[in-house]
């Protein structure tokens, strides 16, 4: 084959992503790109998706892996692209969503030279991902992307970034490869089931069983439940969770609160903990005179399944060793009928019960305001819930906008999002519109940093002019309905529960997005 | 002293910092750095500017540099909030910015468990830092301030960051540090300026002055210009330009171009190249079968000053060694008439030069439609000209928004912006609104990323749908009015260069921002 016939490393990335079955690509390119997206417009199968800047590019990566269960491609320019996305590259790590990054960089030779856009694009890679790779020939790009795709697909350490220098994507000599075998997950301690089968044996209601990762998903739910009903042990979900199966029919499953004062007393009574897919419960931050672990000093910790294992196997493998029945859950609360009056976190709460579709799905960015969302809304109909899982604020509205991608357009998603996370990453809204999704945004209005107002009183003093300085939105308000026009969303403000519901109700019948400002 | 007396390590944070003569901080604060946020409260003496997102704050620390000629500091939320503020780092490195990155971190104890908020917050910072440092006892955070300080005040490697763990910012036993006196540059090489004398003296008008860094600056170019005169040498700008001082009466310093075609031309004629503060011209991109280098392959290097060394003392060694005469400048363009018609970039160029007041202040991030902007400029009232120096895009809202409080609001500070890249940190002008700043931005609205349509033409294809679908913004159009409103700035819509001139105007009186939207 003469060299002119020969593919791009490019074409080869392209060919080698759909072949493995990566079909979307959220995209923010530049210069160094330009050849993989001349190969992604030659060669169907890819569906691209702009986003106005990486944070949303990212974020919806995470989102869409969160509902469709498989990895997304992102496209990023050089060092600064990526060090854009790395916030929400952060949470999807921390919710252990799989995605292959490919960073854009500077031809080989031309690297070297320094010019200005050069970075050091593996380091930025290394604090993130659990695979990091540059295709340094176009030969190399093919079994790079094959090796990437593979590292996606594993359980929780899935993050692969693999950077594509210019020439190494210009250049010809590209060669497709074949998508490589699933990887085994680390296989399950039968050592680690026995000790999990002997503490539900004795201790009862003294121990507790606490889901992370894959255990919030509903078969890992339900095998749980059998062995808490058996045993009378209890069960918790971490306070990170990336996607939980819940509502009507399901297990109202609670998480640790967030407040590590509460956190310590709900978690003080338990002798021992089975941690399944979920960590050794920590605060999220250290406070001065409070411990770091949350739970009993003498607790005794049993890892039935890290987040990298088969949490539904362990959890079966618990279930046949007790030989514990299979049991129904117990009744749960009722769908809450037509709610009014002042927006407060209890009647939002229940107000959202009241109308979710079935099948909806919740990008819960809500904060302050909607740490009781969650509990309250057991009894809607079954939808899933994602939680911000990092930390790192500024992913609800790209979770939201790629979960609505990863299920196809068929399903509501329903963003519940703080103003102040809001506007980390409201160009969101704009790739919303564009594509045409199926995403309610209920965006909480109350003009501050509440979360840090709180931690600020926590230091033990109230906050002065300076200190507002940096807590408080107010100076100006920020008006989200223009916000949301100006990028092409149409938008609403709402002062009460029963307009809210109304204007949600109505916009779960658009095949578009929307916007409720709710004043509160 | 009984330990209750004791100062916390972040009120020796703040005093160190203030009586180091640092007296801006640039935020957003997190619940890590409340006791900081504490300590900024209750000691006088530091102006707190809030910004949405931490790429806004870097932003912001970059453009107070560049016109106050002294560092700022920042507060930044765990890895994540440093990751934000990257890519404006990224350019601020590029402009030889200083600042000090205050980067919360958990408690020293608590960070080994692995928190979701917990990251590699040094190998961050270290892709962009020259100084990074971890105060790991309160004892500890005032002298690691001053010696931040110091770092800061160095020239052109002087991006300082101190983490900050939040037991060393509320420990007890905190010490302010006295100033450290300032690094002194590495000291001119004697050879360097021989060398350089010699090639002006035999070149003449073969020899290329090639200024970067300090030496845009009215003395060095003043220096550079004697030379000049004096021998036939040319004088240009790198490309990077943090700031240039220019405008009537100034020198109409022409800089190398963008294009790497249109650069090599440009410079192939010259057989010395001596660099003054500036790097050897590379091009910004590498492209098939094009040169990396732009100069002649067979030009003669000479570097009389690295852009860390004091451009000013060399380029007046060698008008000593020379023994050349002070020189006038040519006779300028003059300041053009009222321009009218459609918008144009020579005509907005003109429009600009006509309507600029003296003193003003220009961030320049006009990209494509911009290209020329600068070069029909020289006209003006005299004026600095800020640019975009790292190529990562989303930094000229901040830099605006920096530059003007680094003037004290005493200069009106015209933002030339596209929109592509606007939408990257479109959360500056909520901070403009906020501290009713003097900024006036012009947003060049053509509704796709243009330069990166042209480098896909570049690429050898007219792109297609897919293609089209990262690289075209009009669907939905954006609603930079709209925008701007939401976040409490005024703004209007122009279709003309006559409507854009009077709305220029009438917005250098008011006391606040404004945007016109200029439809291109």
Redesign the interface.
């Known amino acids: 084959m003469s060299q002119a016939n020969e593919m791009t490393g490019a074409e080869s990335l392209v060919r080698t992503m759909i072949a493995g079955g990566v079909d979307t690509c959220f995209?923010?390119?530049?210069?160094?790109e330009?050849?993989f997206?001349?190969a992604?417009?030659?060669i169907p199968g890819?569906r691209?998706?702009?986003g106005?800047?990486e944070?949303v590019v990212t974020g919806m990566a995470d989102g869409f892996y969160r509902i469709a269960d498989r990895p997304a491609c992102t496209?990023l320019h050089?060092?600064?692209?990526l060090?854009?996305g790395?916030?929400n590259l952060?949470?999807a790590r921390?919710a252990g969503s799989g995605m292959v990054n490919i960073v854009g960089d500077?031809?080989t030779?031309?690297a070297p030279?320094?010019?200005?856009?050069t970075?050091?694009i593996e380091?930025?890679a290394?604090?993130?991902s659990a695979w990091v790779r540059t295709s340094a020939r176009p030969q190399d790009v093919g079994q790079d992307a094959a090796a990437a795709m593979q590292a996606a697909r594993t359980i929780a350490r899935n993050l692969a970034t693999l950077i594509l220098p210019?020439?190494s994507s210009?250049g010809r000599g590209g060669v497709v490869a074949e998508p490589l075998p699933k990887l085994r997950a680390p296989a399950i301690d039968p050592h680690a089931v026995e000790a999990a089968a002997a503490a539900l044996r004795s201790g009862g209601p003294n121990v507790l069983i606490l889901l992370g990762g894959r255990g919030f998903r509903a078969v890992s739910q339900r095998l749980a439940w059998r062995l808490a009903h058996a045993s009378g042990a209890a069960i918790l979900g971490e306070f990170?969770a990336p996607r939980v199966e819940r509502g009507a029919g399901r297990l109202p499953l609670e998480r640790i609160p967030y407040d590590t004062d509460a956190a310590t007393k709900v978690l003080a009574r338990y002798t021992d903990i089975v941690l399944v897919g979920a960590?050794?419960p920590?605060?999220?931050?250290?406070y001065?005179d409070k411990p770091?672990?949350q739970h009993a000093n003498d607790a005794r910790l049993h890892i039935l399944a890290r987040p990298e294992q088969d949490v539904e196997t362990a959890l079966a493998a618990v279930v046949d060793a007790l030989g514990v029945p299979d049991a129904a859950y117990p009744a749960g609360a009722d769908r809450p009928q037509r709610v009014t009056g002042k927006p407060s976190p209890e009647g939002l709460a229940r107000m959202l019960a009241s109308v979710m579709p079935e099948g909806a799905i919740v990008s819960d960015e809500s904060i302050s305001f909607g740490r009781g969302l969650y509990a309250e809304t057991h009894g809607a109909a079954p939808h899933d819930w994602l939680h911000l899982?990092?930390?790192?604020i500024?992913d609800g509205l790209p979770v939201a906008t790629g979960a609505a991608i990863g299920a196809g357009g068929s399903r509501r998603v329903i963003s519940l999002q703080a103003d102040?996370s809001a506007?980390?990453s409201?160009?969101s809204l704009?790739t919303q519109?564009?594509e045409r999704l199926p995403v309610t945004t209920v965006l909480l209005s109350n003009r501050k940093y509440n979360?840090?107002i709180g931690?600020?009183k926590?230091?033990g003093?109230v906050?002065?002019?300076?200190?507002m300085?940096?807590?408080d939105?107010s100076?100006?308000?920020?008006?989200?309905?223009?916000?949301a026009?100006?990028?092409?969303v149409e938008a609403v403000q709402a002062h009460s529960l029963e307009q809210c519901a109304d204007m949600l109700e109505a916009s779960f019948h658009l095949a578009r997005p929307f916007l409720v400002e709710l004043v509160i």
């Not at 995209?27 to 160094?32: E, F, H, I, R």
């Not at 899982?389 to 790192?392: E, H, I, N, Q």
């Open positions: 995209a923010n390119p530049g210069t160094s330009m050849h997206v001349a992604l417009d030659q890819m691209c998706v702009l106005l800047q944070n496209l050089c060092g600064p692209g060090a854009n790395l916030a952060h949470n921390r500077q031809a030779y031309h030279l320094d010019a200005p856009l970075a050091d380091a930025l290394r604090t993130v210019s020439d210009w990170v960590r050794p920590v605060s999220f931050f250290a001065p770091s672990r899982t990092g930390g790192a500024g102040g506007m980390y409201l160009q704009w519109a564009r979360i840090l931690e600020y926590g230091v003093a906050p002065g002019q300076t200190a300085n940096m807590l939105l100076n100006p308000g920020i008006g989200w309905v223009k916000l026009e100006g990028m092409g």
